[in-house]
T-cell receptor
Framework: GENVEQHPSTLSVQEGDSAVIKCTYS??????FPWYKQELGKRPQLIID?????GEKKDQRIAVTLNKTAKHFSLHITETQPEDSAVYFC????????????FGTGTRLTIIP | DAMVIQNPRYQVTQFGKPVTLSCSQT?????MYWYQQKSSQAPKLLFH???????NEADTPDNFQSRRPNTSFCFLDIRSPGLGDTAMYLC?????????????FGPGTRLTVL
């Protein structure tokens, strides 16, 4: 089955600086890669996703890049703000009759004012 | 704009006393999932339904059961909760379109077993 590794497990960034979180996956058939943000005590919320037919996707301050050859994908947050502080999870899945997401272990991002 | 609703939001139960958590959705999605999330961990899939087809994860304890009486509702039954079942339980839905689609999570039920 799929295995997703996520690094780092914790990340502290000065407000206004950029944050990068990296994930690697094992199953070359995986073709959908969402990123979820989870604030303390709240539900995971999708912030951005990417499919394997594109290499990069951007939404305002958030971007995701995908390298299918190396089987890794990354989340980039620019101009970080205190409200970006949360736990971020990457995930991967494929479409071979499989609706299951495999999650990474999460990154606790802290933005230092 | 609640799309995936879970009740109750908080539940305290005694060791061994059965408990039922509910999930409803207004998205008309055909796939519904139940996850268990313990503190500082990623959500762990327990099982999911594609329409009425039930798919259990291999490592989900027999203590956990689920029902989906119709498209909108799905229930998680914990027959004899143990202390280790204290966790957040998340329901999620997605629309199967021939490829993976976004999963939308409910707010979760925080279960405490005493």
């Amino acid at each position: 089955g799929e295995n997703v590794e996520q690094h780092p497990s914790t990340l502290s960034v000065q407000e206004g600086d950029s944050a990068v979180i990296k994930c690697t996956y094992s199953d070359s058939a995986s073709n959908y890669f969402p990123w979820y943000k989870q604030e303390l005590g709240k539900r995971p919320q999708l912030i951005i996703d990417i499919r394997s037919n594109v290499g990069e996707k951007k939404d305002q301050r958030i971007a995701v890049t995908l390298n299918k050859t190396a089987k890794h994908f990354s989340l980039h947050i620019t101009e970080t703000q205190p409200e970006d502080s949360a736990v971020y999870f990457c995930a991967a899945t494929s479409n071979f009759g499989n609706e299951k997401l495999t999650f990474g272990t999460g990154t606790r991002l802290t933005i230092i004012p | 704009d609640a799309m995936v609703i879970q009740n109750p939001r908080y539940q305290v139960t005694q060791f061994g006393k059965p408990v039922t958590l509910s999930c409803s959705q207004t998205l008309n999605h055909n796939v519904m999932y139940w996850y268990q999330q313990k503190s500082s961990q990623a959500p762990k899939l327990l099982f999911h339904y594609y329409d009425k087809d039930f798919n259990n994860e291999a490592d989900t304890p027999d203590n956990f059961q689920s029902r989906r009486p119709n498209t909108s509702f799905c229930f998680l039954d914990i027959r004899s909760p143990g202390l280790g079942d204290t966790a957040m339980y998340l329901c999620a839905t997605s629309r199967r379109t021939g490829g993976p689609d976004t999963q939308y999570f409910g707010p979760g039920t925080r279960l405490t077993v005493l």
